[in-house]
């Protein structure tokens, strides 16, 4: 398959032109008329993940390895020490941010993993019904992400409608339709913000929200006849307990 037809692919699945302007979702490396093997899906790119990445593959990512344009290309730093691994072994690299975000990852988060039915969906926020006191419904949703400790704001004891916003998205906080946003990132400001417009927060971590992009790629991936394989890459954090 050429590159080219991939992303032809992909657009249609999720629309690039949906991304935000800060964004750099799209073709980050590689040439449209490139024939490409495998398919490989990861959160982010790591050496150990390239590592393991077959010559001649394409790696769909989450987060874009280029942001801002390169004033430097020092192959010692991070991204140019990727780029340089990738072009050696002619993998190309296509980012589905933002716009995978709004038409994909928080419903699929929030219907396969949390098991709630989304109502509405707003941008980057994904509303559903919850009715139950915040204590029971935090608990509810670390225990399915896998979050020990979780990070609350209890805003209100009662939640009868939240959103979810994988990845960072406190700053969505003004927008906020509901009694509670499960999100990560969530800075000190935030949260007391929150608290004082009696909003609950539930910080469900970046990579901890986001891990579940390749899985849900994969499986829409399936649906176009196409084989994605699951090269997800690590959090970087590393939790000590006292």
């Given at each position: 398959?050429?590159?080219?037809?991939l992303?032809?692919?992909?657009?249609?699945l999720?629309p690039?032109e949906?991304?935000?302007?800060w964004?750099n979702s799209?073709?980050?490396?590689?040439?449209?008329?490139?024939?490409?093997g495998?398919?490989?899906?990861s959160?982010d790119?790591?050496e150990?993940?390239?590592?393991d990445v077959?010559?001649g593959?394409?790696?769909?990512v989450?987060?874009p390895?280029i942001?801002?344009?390169l004033?430097?290309?020092?192959?010692?730093k991070y991204p140019?020490?990727i780029?340089?691994t990738?072009?050696?072994?002619?993998?190309?690299?296509?980012?589905m941010h933002?716009n995978?975000?709004?038409?994909?990852?928080?419903?699929?988060?929030l219907?396969?993993v949390?098991g709630?039915r989304?109502?509405?969906?707003?941008?980057?926020l994904?509303y559903?019904?919850?009715d139950?006191?915040?204590?029971v419904?935090a608990?509810?949703?670390a225990d399915?992400?896998?979050?020990?400790?979780?990070r609350?704001?209890e805003?209100?004891?009662?939640?009868?409608?939240?959103?979810?916003?994988?990845?960072?998205?406190a700053s969505?906080?003004p927008?906020?339709q509901?009694?509670c946003?499960l999100t990560?990132?969530i800075k000190?400001?935030e949260a007391?913000?929150?608290k004082e417009?009696k909003?609950?927060?539930?910080?469900?971590g970046?990579?901890?929200s986001?891990?579940?992009?390749?899985?849900s790629l994969?499986?829409e991936?399936?649906?176009k006849g196409l084989?994605?394989?699951i090269a997800?890459?690590?959090n970087?954090?590393r939790?000590?307990?006292g």
């Open positions: 398959m050429q590159l080219k037809q992303l032809e692919i992909l657009d249609e999720s690039f949906l991304q935000d302007s964004d799209g073709l980050i490396v590689g040439e449209l008329s490139q024939q490409v495998q398919i490989y899906l959160l790119i790591e150990e993940v390239l590592h077959e010559e593959s394409v790696l769909i989450h987060h390895l942001f801002k344009g004033k430097q290309v020092d192959f010692s140019s020490n780029l340089k990738a072009i050696k072994k002619d993998i190309a690299i296509i980012a933002t995978y975000d709004q038409t994909h990852l928080n419903r699929y988060v219907e396969n949390l709630y989304v109502d509405e969906v707003d941008g980057y994904a559903f019904q919850v139950k006191p915040f204590a419904f608990k509810e949703v399915k992400l896998g979050l020990d400790p979780v609350v704001v805003g209100t004891s009662h939640i009868n409608r939240a959103a979810l916003c994988t990845g960072s998205g969505l906080l927008m906020l509901a009694d946003l990560g990132d000190y400001h007391l913000a929150a417009e909003k609950a927060l539930i910080d469900i970046h990579y901890e986001e891990r579940y992009f390749a899985q994969q499986k991936l399936q649906n084989n994605g394989i997800n890459s690590k970087p954090f939790y000590i307990k």
